[in-house]
């Protein structure tokens, strides 16, 4: 078990990580023990003293982006307190395949690491993206979470942007399809 002193409780926001994870991206890393490939999910520990998961002198060297995303449609959305402090209060990414009913969801800003948000996909997944389907959806993005409290904002108040946010690119999203 971690000592709770030994783990900083920060929240991460970033917006480049979402949308890697609703790619289903992978990194690769180089360092003094060589190069290897992971999941980026696998990148974030979810500890603000070491928030990457990289052993020492190990950089990213590539961003990998599977073949199958690339049959899709990428969104990301964000509420941030103005345009001059442009990192994500709550932010949100939401990916559908071109060519089937399949969808992938990630947050940022609410946990202590980015978010994949796979109850989300479940609801949604064999399902078109009609606005009931969207409001079930939605209505489970505030359970993905873990927000820590080191916010101006409240939790409840960020549960419920995550479904607001979830909207607007599922949305955006679809509307995007229909002119493909």
């Given amino acids: 078990m971690v000592n709770k ?3 900083c409780y920060s929240t991460y926001c970033g917006d480049l990580a979402p949308a890697l994870l609703a790619l289903n991206a992978a990194i690769r890393v180089a360092g003094k023990g060589g190069e290897r490939e992971m999941p980026v999910h696998e990148l974030f520990s979810g500890n603000g003293k070491g928030p990457l998961n990289l052993n020492e002198a190990e950089i990213v060297t590539e961003i990998v982006i599977p073949g199958a995303s ?30 089937k009913p399949e969808y992938r969801v990630a947050f940022t800003a ?3 690491k980015p978010l994949r948000g796979q109850n989300i996909e479940a609801c949604l997944q064999d399902r078109e993206l009609t606005d009931e389907n969207i409001t079930q959806a939605c209505d489970l993005a505030a ?38």
């Fill in 143 to 180: 359970r993905e979470a873990k927000p820590v409290k080191t916010s101006v904002y409240a939790v409840s108040h960020k549960r419920q942007m995550m479904g607001l946010l979830l909207r607007s690119a599922a949305e955006k999203t679809r509307n995007r399809l229909r002119r493909k």
């Fill in 110 to 112: 609410v946990d202590r």
């Fill in 5 to 7: 002193k030994e783990i």
């Fill in 70 to 99: 690339a049959k899709g449609v990428l969104t990301y959305v964000k509420f941030a307190n103005r345009e001059s402090i442009d990192f994500p209060i709550v932010g949100a990414a939401f990916w559908a395949s071109t060519e």
